[in-house]
């Protein structure tokens, strides 16, 4: 069982577009990040939202949190060739008296020039 | 970045083989956790460590196995590898463990089991 899922799975686009990616669970977090993925590297945070309904821009990026904190979005405005890379949502949750980790199953964004 | 590497970056091995795989961090972190990465997946913890010595279980922990003897160094054994355990193994470390916190990434290895 899948605790976040992203959608979409794939997206290709052309340079210059604007994207969204969604990431959603039917359980509550205190917090959710987006981490970016190039290939054969490890994830690298880009960001944690913390409130409800909280936006958190990075440049052409943009983050928002769910009101009721089960949701986020990505949204990308003129994307660019070095925007290429997956894309994963993930949150804390705690199990057995510990923080984990749980990742989203991915976006995987193309950028074509 | 965070001083983290892995070893081997890839490796090939038969069904049957026992394979470890070593995180070595120059951080100083305590925490440390291996997680595989699957297509469709994302990435699911397989074992984490709190301290020197001190071990648990993640999400998909059978047939793997870990140590830690320094705080440096994480290690992943796979007793007998399967073709399920072809995956590419990540592991990560924290300073402090909160539902905030960031994770650093070491760059990977690619494990393919025939």
């Known amino acids: 069982t899948q605790l976040l899922e992203q959608s979409p799975q794939f997206l290709s686009i052309q340079e210059g577009e604007n994207l969204t990616v969604y990431c959603n669970s039917s359980?509550?977090?205190?917090?959710l990040q987006w981490y970016r993925q190039e290939p054969g590297e490890g994830p690298v945070l880009l960001v944690t939202?913390?409130?409800?309904?909280e936006v958190k821009k990075l440049k052409r990026l943009t983050f928002q949190f769910g009101d009721a904190r089960k949701d986020s979005s990505l949204h990308i405005t003129a994307a660019q060739p070095g925007d290429t890379g997956l894309y994963l949502c993930?949150?804390?949750?705690?199990?057995?008296?510990?923080?984990?980790?749980?990742f989203g199953t991915g976006t995987r964004l193309l950028v074509s020039p | 970045d965070a001083g983290i590497t892995q070893s081997p970056r890839h490796k090939v091995t038969e069904t049957g083989t026992p394979v470890t795989l070593r995180c070595h961090q120059t951080?100083?972190?305590?925490?440390m956790y291996w997680y595989r990465q699957d297509p469709g997946h994302g990435l699911r913890l397989i074992h984490y460590?709190?301290?020197?010595?001190?071990?648990d279980k993640g999400e998909v922990s059978d047939g793997y196995s870990v140590s830690r003897s320094k705080t440096e160094d994480f290690l992943l054994t796979l007793e007998s590898a399967t073709s399920s355990q072809t995956s590419v193994y990540f592991c990560?470390?924290?300073?402090?463990?909160?539902?905030?916190?960031?994770?650093?990434f070491g760059p990977g290895t690619r494990l393919t089991v025939l």
């Open positions: 939202v913390v409130t409800g309904g």
């Open positions: 993930a949150g804390y949750v705690r199990d057995t008296g510990f923080q984990k980790l749980v």
């Open positions: 951080e100083n972190h305590r925490y």
């Open positions: 990560a470390i924290s300073p402090v463990i909160s539902s905030y916190n960031e994770q650093f």
């Open positions: 460590s709190y301290g020197v010595k001190d071990t």
């Open positions: 359980s509550v977090f205190s917090s």
